[in-house]
């Protein structure tokens, strides 16, 4: 089953900073192994940022629902599993020439860094959980 946040924790986490959240981020695709993304029917959102194209992800459900609206109201969030995003996204996205925007606010993109570096990031953390 997966994690549900609550309010109070939603609220906690949109207000920390653009590092922050990617601390955050880091820490809770770790503990529940599962990255999130927004799709609609021709394949997974872009953004721009930085004169780059990223996808942005998040580390829950909820956090991707709250850009469902506008121009991506036909979006839906979708699980990507850990294991998969590191053994095949990771490579996709590079071949794609792509970066990753880790939990973007209103305010901006978040911290945007290579599919690579995040792996990397996300491989660390899940050696020192173990």
């Not at 780059?52 to 979006?75: D, K, T, Y």
């Not at 970066?99 to 792996?119: C, Q, Y």
Request: net charge negative; hydrophobic share 45%.
């Amino acid at each position: 089953m997966e994690y549900q946040l609550t309010a109070a924790e939603l609220a906690r986490i949109t207000a920390l900073d653009a590092e922050q959240r990617y601390e955050y981020f880091i820490k809770a695709v770790a503990d529940l192994e599962q990255v999130w993304i927004l799709t609609d029917d021709e394949g997974f959102v872009l953004v721009s940022a930085e004169d780059e194209r990223c996808i942005p992800v998040w580390p829950h459900a909820e956090l991707a629902e709250q850009w469902i609206e506008g121009e991506w109201s036909n979006c839906s969030a979708q699980a990507v599993d850990l294991d998969t995003w590191l053994e095949k996204w990771t490579e996709g996205l590079n071949g794609d020439e792509l970066s990753v925007a880790v939990l973007p606010d209103a305010e901006g993109p978040g911290v945007v860094v290579t599919p690579d570096e995040l792996a990397e990031t996300l491989v660390n953390e899940l050696s020192d959980e173990a």
